[in-house]
């Protein structure tokens, strides 16, 4: 079984950079990937990295304009997520997700394939 922690979430102002993490345990995965879910609206894919399928290799959606980064951290065994410039309209819940085999067949882009989810995150940005 898969267990997906988030943490780094908060209260931040607009223009101010901010850092997610995301600690996984259990079996071993095969991507793992950030979502957020804003007040009212669908849950929205963010970026990606591949672990054991195509291990590294990053993806990100197409419409946020190069401000989310997707990392690794190998001291810490974190999967984080950094964004830039905050804005009052990225106030979400952030979702750390998980794919634990991938056949290739459904987009990673979308929610579909990804079979483990953490608590999710707060993040609040103010003007």
């Known amino acids: 079984q898969v267990q997906l922690v988030e943490s780094g979430g908060g209260l931040v102002k607009a223009g101010d950079s901010l850092r997610l993490s995301c600690a996984a345990s259990?079996?071993?995965?095969?991507?793992v990937g950030w979502f957020r879910q804003a007040p009212g609206k669908e849950r929205e894919f963010l970026a990606g990295m591949g672990i054991t399928w195509r291990p590294g290799n990053t993806f990100s959606s197409d419409s946020m304009a190069g401000r989310f980064t997707i990392f690794r951290d190998g001291a810490k065994n974190t999967i984080n997520l950094q964004v830039e410039s905050m804005q009052p309209e990225d106030t979400a819940v952030y979702y750390c997700?998980?794919?634990?085999?991938?056949?290739?067949?459904?987009?990673?882009?979308?929610?579909?394939?990804?079979?483990?989810w953490g608590q999710g995150t707060q993040v609040t940005v103010s003007s």
């Open positions: 997700a998980a794919v634990t085999f991938y056949s290739g067949v459904y987009n990673l882009k979308t929610e579909i394939p990804y079979d483990a």
């Open positions: 259990g079996r071993s995965l095969s991507v």
